[in-house]
């Protein structure tokens, strides 16, 4: 199930953050690609409406990643300012390169989802249920 529908449909057991993050590629995928046939065509007005959507999605991408975390950590960091710095000037030159990292990023994660659903169940993962967005100490 996708993660956003089992979110709307309420309590219940919280999709895998795995699941979550190969989600977040796809619908990046999706936009940038829809995005880079509107440059082809030449309809600006359907590139500006496209691009604050795809904005977000990198943004919580690269909010999850832990950036004290080490050379990997810095590595996805650098990747997703590099989306970033792509999407300033969407043109298919630009559009077509910030598509590979993602699709290739994408495909790193889905080739790790069956270990991350294994860490995740067995608890060496946090589910995302679990997860305190703030905690605030006294």
């Known amino acids: 199930m996708n993660p956003y529908k089992q979110y709307q449909s309420g309590p219940g057991q919280s999709p895998l ?7 977040l590629y796809e619908e990046a ?8 046939v509107a440059a082809q065509r030449g ?18 991408l690269a909010s999850a990643v832990e950036g004290h975390a080490g050379d990997l950590s810095m590595n ?3 990747l997703f300012d590099f989306v970033v710095h ?3 000037t969407p043109d ?6 910030a598509l590979d990292v993602l699709r290739t990023l994408h495909e790193a994660f889905l080739a790790i989802r069956q270990e991350a659903v294994r860490l995740e169940r067995s608890g060496e993962i946090v ?12």
């Open 17 to 23: 953050r795995i699941d979550v993050i190969l989600s």
């Open 76 to 78: 996805l960091l650098r």
């Open 43 to 60: 309809d600006n007005a359907a590139v500006q409406k496209l691009l604050p959507p795809i904005h977000l999605i990198i943004s919580a």
């Open 92 to 97: 298919p030159m630009h559009l077509e390169p």
């Open 86 to 88: 792509c999407l300033k």
């Open 127 to 138: 589910p995302l249920d679990r997860l305190r967005a703030v905690e605030v100490s006294a």
């Open 29 to 36: 995928i999706e936009r940038v690609q829809k995005t880079l």
